[in-house]
């Protein structure tokens, strides 16, 4: 598989990661995660991304990576562990990687990223903005100097919160997600441009929209026509006409899409299986999309460029609501990774 480097860390990591959030009993526990990793060794995936907050990610991965031989990159987070969760403490961070080293088995991890430090509401990180200020940053200093650590890192889901603390140029590693994709394109906008200026690795998540890109050719539900906007429904309707006509699965369009944009290090896949697995190595081995297909999904794109406000941050495509909370789709669906887990298809 190709490789590109990620950004001022040098390393060199596959074009496509594992996602940690599958390697977990969210999908089919240690057996199916020690497969998994093993195959994708073999296909020359050398990556992985896990979190404390991805249910038992880490024991369980930590379990199924034991006695395997292939070099990994591991890319770990701080953020809701231990609970209550106190992004303001120093020990209860700390705490929470040695037991994420534990875990994993490892002495050390790659790299270290703070989890949703974009989302003050959730966890509020920083004691000050300007200047950028807040107990986690000399920490993850100290584990660097400490050898515990490698490389540090961002993993949010907003545009211009995201903008602003890529552009403080304390982080090696930005991990996107939510927010590119073959229709949502908002974090072209400033996100990924102020990475690459600063010659950070790039990490993009949620290439499949969480799962709406893969199920949305399946139909709408007559919840789906409640909640979306009129435009969000055209839009997808003309990404399905444009996937037919290219004769193109939604999971080989969404990859060979993002595999087009060389700013774009490596792309963490949340697979349940090794069949998921494998199709998607086998839709990146095919590289970028032919430029006919790029430039109309590109238009397609553009024809909802910026999200409509009541659109839920997961889309819950073909899901039936009833009763008075399908007035309020984003109160219905839990946003959070455990309700990912429910979907059926890799992510």
Request: charged residues 20%; aromatic residues 6%.
């Amino acid at each position: 598989m190709e490789t590109r480097t990620l950004g001022r860390t040098g390393l060199d990591i596959s074009l496509l990661s594992i996602g940690g959030l599958y390697t977990s009993s969210l999908a089919y526990g240690v057996s199916e995660t020690k497969r998994i990793m093993h195959r994708a060794t073999e296909l020359g995936i050398n990556a992985v991304d896990t979190a404390p907050a991805y249910a038992d990610s880490e024991a369980t991965l930590g379990k199924a990576i034991d006695g395997l031989s292939a070099p990994l990159i591991i890319t770990t987070k701080l953020g809701g562990r231990p609970t209550p969760f106190d992004p303001q403490s120093v020990a209860g961070l700390r705490q929470s990687l040695e037991e994420s080293l534990q875990l994993l088995g490892r002495e050390s991890v790659d790299i270290l990223m703070i989890h949703e430090p974009d989302r003050p509401q959730q966890y509020a990180w920083w004691t000050s903005y300007d200047p950028l200020e807040g107990p986690v940053l000399e920490l993850m200093e100290s584990l660097k100097r400490e050898g515990k650590v490698r490389y540090t890192g961002l993993a949010g889901t907003t545009v211009s919160e995201m903008t602003y603390l890529v552009n403080q140029d304390k982080f090696d590693v930005v991990l996107t997600a939510f927010n590119y994709n073959a229709l949502f394109r908002e974090a072209a906008s400033t996100v990924i441009p102020a990475a690459t200026s600063l010659n950070m690795g790039v990490v993009l998540g949620s290439v499949f929209g969480q799962g709406f890109l893969t199920r949305c050719p399946q139909g709408l539900t007559e919840s789906d026509k409640v909640w979306l906007a009129e435009a969000r429904r055209q839009q997808l309707a003309a990404y399905v006409k444009l996937l037919d006509e290219a004769g193109m699965s939604a999971v080989e369009l969404c990859l060979r899409f993002a595999v087009s944009d060389s700013r774009i290090h490596t792309i963490p896949i949340g697979c349940k299986t090794i069949d998921q697995l494998e199709a998607c190595v086998a839709a990146v081995n095919q590289g970028p999309l032919p430029e006919d297909i790029r430039a109309r999904l590109d238009e397609i794109a553009e024809m909802v460029p910026y999200r409509p406000f009541e659109e839920p941050m997961i889309l819950p495509l073909g899901k039936s609501y009833t009763g008075p909370g399908i007035a309020n789709m984003g109160a219905a669906v839990q946003v959070g990774k455990v309700a990912a887990a429910k979907l059926s298809r890799p992510i």
